[in-house]
């Protein structure tokens, strides 16, 4: 289920939205009251910045055959162009490759799939466009990349589904559901290669934490976000 975040959010400057990483418990590490809850970014490990680059070399890189969906980004880069708008490199090579695309349905512990949309406008400012790309099996959260005219890219996350929300579906939605959908979503990652990163490695510790061999040696990336809250632990 859904769990809004307990407590002020962050400020951001320059965006209209809340801030909080929505996710699963970690084992014994960090708590969860249900299927998600919304934890404070400040409270996320930090990444290292050699692990945000837009080739996933610690995916195993980008290379090798192409994506299913290579002909749907070709379609939505050209309505993104005529928007003025573009995909971030990252993200149009993360979804070309056959290889990482279908890297956070094969990690994910709530059973999350990826679903890419088109250009959907934004309910919170005009010019910007959110691209949905990963939904929970139930819809409990789904998130989207967040586009802007200036050419900032981030990853947004709610529990609306912005292609069947009532009248915003059909592109005349009243004040009061353009309001109600735009205050759903909240700012998760400031790029889409820390959200990739952080979903992936959660997802892995996850698994590792509740594995029968737990008491295993953790891979070096893993070892890193365990010991940050372990280090923050009363």
Not at 51 to 62: H, S
Not at 157 to 162: D, I, Q, R
Not at 171 to 199: H, I, N, Q
């Amino acid at each position: 289920m859904y769990v809004p975040v307990s407590g002020p959010a962050a400020d951001v400057a320059a965006t209209p939205f809340p801030t909080g990483w929505c996710a699963t418990d970690l084992g014994s590490l960090r708590p969860c009251a249900s299927t998600y809850e919304v934890y404070p970014v400040e409270s996320l490990p930090p990444l290292e910045a050699a692990d945000l680059g837009d080739g996933f070399d610690w995916l195993g890189g980008a290379g090798g055959p192409r994506s299913e969906h290579t002909e749907h980004l070709a379609a939505m880069e050209q309505e993104l162009a005529e928007a003025g708008l573009a995909l971030p490199v990252g993200f149009a090579a993360f979804y070309a490759s056959e290889h990482l695309c279908r890297v956070f349905d094969e990690v994910s512990v709530t059973a999350c799939w990826s679903h890419l949309s088109g250009p959907l406008p934004s309910p919170a400012e005009e010019g910007a466009r959110l691209v949905r790309f990963l939904r929970d099996q139930q819809d409990c959260v789904i998130w989207y990349l967040y586009l802007r005219p200036s050419g900032e890219a981030f990853v947004v996350f709610s529990h609306v589904e912005l292609e069947s929300a009532g009248g915003w579906a059909e592109g005349e939605p009243t004040e009061e559901v353009r309001a109600a959908v735009a205050a759903s979503l909240m700012r998760c990652a400031d790029t889409f290669e820390e959200f990739a990163y952080r979903f992936v490695v959660e997802n892995e510790l996850w698994m590792q934490a509740n594995s029968a061999g737990a008491e295993s040696r953790l891979a070096p990336r893993l070892q890193a976000y365990a010991d940050h809250y372990a280090s923050a632990a009363p």
